[in-house]
Nanobody, 114 residues
Framework: VQLQASGGGSVQPGGSLTLSCAASGIIFRSGVAGWFCQGPGKQREVVASITSGGYTNYADSVKGRFTISRDNARNTVYLQMNSLKTEDTAVYYC?????????WGQGTQVTVSS
C-alpha cells in the first residue's frame, strides 16, 4: 500500500497550488479520501474530505478557497488551493480510509510567504 503525495511548494499570499496523491495497493474507489495539515507546533487537522460518492466536506478555514476532488480511474485525490494565506503554511498529508483501515501519504510542505 502506498500513497504518494506531490505538488507542495512555496507561494506568495494569494497564490495557488494543487496537491495530488496517488494511491496504489488499495481499493481506492471504495474509500473516503482526505487531506490533513499540520502547521508548526500544531496538531494534525482535517482540511477536506471526499467520499466514494463524491460528497465533500471542508474545514471552515478553507471553505470557498480549497477544492477537493478525486479521479477513481487514476486512484488519485487532489486538493486545489486558491487564495492561499500565510496561515495555510503546513505539511499536508493525504489520507484514505477504506475497509476499516487508515492509510497515510508521506506529507508535502506548503509554505505561503511574502
Amino acid at each position: 500500500v502506498q500513497l504518494q503525495a506531490s505538488g507542495g511548494g512555496s507561494v506568495q499570499p494569494g497564490g495557488s497550488l494543487t496537491l495530488s496523491c496517488a494511491a496504489s495497493g488499495i481499493i481506492f474507489r471504495s474509500g473516503v479520501a482526505g487531506w490533513f495539515c499540520q502547521g508548526p507546533g500544531k496538531q494534525r487537522e482535517v482540511v477536506a474530505s471526499i467520499t466514494s460518492g463524491g460528497y465533500t466536506n471542508y474545514a471552515d478555514s478553507v471553505k470557498g478557497r480549497f477544492t477537493i476532488s478525486r479521479d477513481n480511474a487514476r486512484n488519485t485525490v487532489y486538493l486545489q488551493m486558491n487564495s492561499l494565506k500565510t496561515e495555510d503554511t503546513a505539511v499536508y498529508y493525504c489520507n484514505v480510509w477504506v475497509l476499516g483501515a487508515d492509510y497515510w501519504g508521506q506529507g508535502t510542505q506548503v509554505t505561503v510567504s511574502s
